[in-house]
């Protein structure tokens, strides 16, 4: 029923990934490693599993993020797809939580897993925002922009021809809000039903991918995608869709891209002030930043303000 593919680049909570996903109560499922040119030995620790679900790819040299997801959606070989992540663990309840949403909501879009959050030692952070076991797609993108919602690219399961017929997943750069893009998408086409069982777990580390791309890289990618969404709600309004929806979704959006910006920016982790100002003062147009942005954000930065925990981003 589902292929979960899991694509590893690194090896340190590798081990608990595959344990997680090995453990799921449901059963009919296939678990397909893609070795991207990863730190450790892969092909050794999916041997020593002795597990005939489990199938070993690996690309080398190392293929960027997207083009190695759509090699591994291109892997997959049952109804349904799951995105893995090599530093995060699906729960024992995990497909058979999907399953019970696929039979309940069949012609759902895109199906979705609460999850929950851990620091880098898998201690509890926090939990994911609840949500409805069925929206459409509009009330899932409004309850995005509006910060009210937490989620990431492994918590949701695809029907795999739908997501192949869609071209695969929505680019940016980075990867940075291709989950979000891709998940709108396909809410769009019939809904997305969520499991309230807290049956994923994401790992916050210095590692994450959001983490670890360039500031550079992030602002393009907010650019981008401010414009993919603009042109998804004009498509939507063009359709005949909620007029006082869309124009909620369009007020909330530039409120939580700009606040990304200058997060993006003045991150304490990141390139700091020297670069952030050079970025502004250079490109700012580019970017959709300035410098009257950026004072007002160091003083919400100062304050703590800027950098208080919102669910999306």
Not at 198 to 205: A, I, K, Q
Request: with cysteine; proline share 6%; net charge positive.
């Amino acid at each position: 029923m589902f292929s979960v593919v899991l694509p590893v680049v690194k090896t340190r909570f590798l081990a608990e990934a595959i344990d997680g996903i090995l453990a799921q109560t449901h059963r009919d499922f296939e678990l397909i490693v893609v070795d991207n040119a990863a730190d450790g030995d892969v092909r050794a620790l999916v041997d020593s599993k002795a597990d005939r679900r489990i199938s070993y790819q690996r690309h080398h040299p190392r293929l960027p993020i997207i083009e190695n997801w759509m090699r591994c959606l291109a892997y997959a070989t049952r109804p349904y797809f799951v995105l893995a992540s090599d530093d995060d663990r699906h729960e024992p309840p995990f497909l058979a939580e999907m399953a019970r949403l696929i039979a309940r909501y069949p012609d759902a879009g895109l199906y979705h897993a609460r999850a929950r959050i851990v620091d880098e030692n898998g201690n509890l952070r926090r939990l994911a925002p609840a949500c409805p076991e069925f929206e459409d797609g509009l009330d899932f993108l409004w309850h995005r922009m509006a910060r009210l919602r937490e989620h990431f690219i492994s918590d949701f399961c695809w029907p795999t021809e739908a997501l192949r017929r869609e071209g695969g997943f929505v680019a940016f750069p980075d990867a940075w809000f291709t989950d979000e893009a891709t998940a709108v998408r396909h809410a769009a086409r019939g809904g997305v039903a969520c499991s309230p069982d807290p049956c994923f777990t994401y790992r916050e580390s210095p590692d994450n991918l959001t983490s670890t791309a360039a500031a550079p890289r992030k602002l393009q990618a907010i650019a981008q995608y401010e414009d993919w969404v603009t042109a998804f709600l004009d498509r939507q309004q063009a359709s005949g869709a909620t007029p006082t929806r869309i124009a909620a979704i369009r007020a909330e959006m530039p409120r939580r891209l700009e606040r990304m910006r200058y997060r993006v920016l003045l991150d304490p982790g990141g390139a700091g002030l020297g670069k952030a100002l050079g970025l502004v003062l250079g490109q700012g147009r580019r970017y959709r930043v300035s410098l009257g942005g950026l004072l007002a954000a160091g003083m919400l930065g100062l304050s703590g303000r800027l950098f208080e925990r919102t669910s999306g981003r």
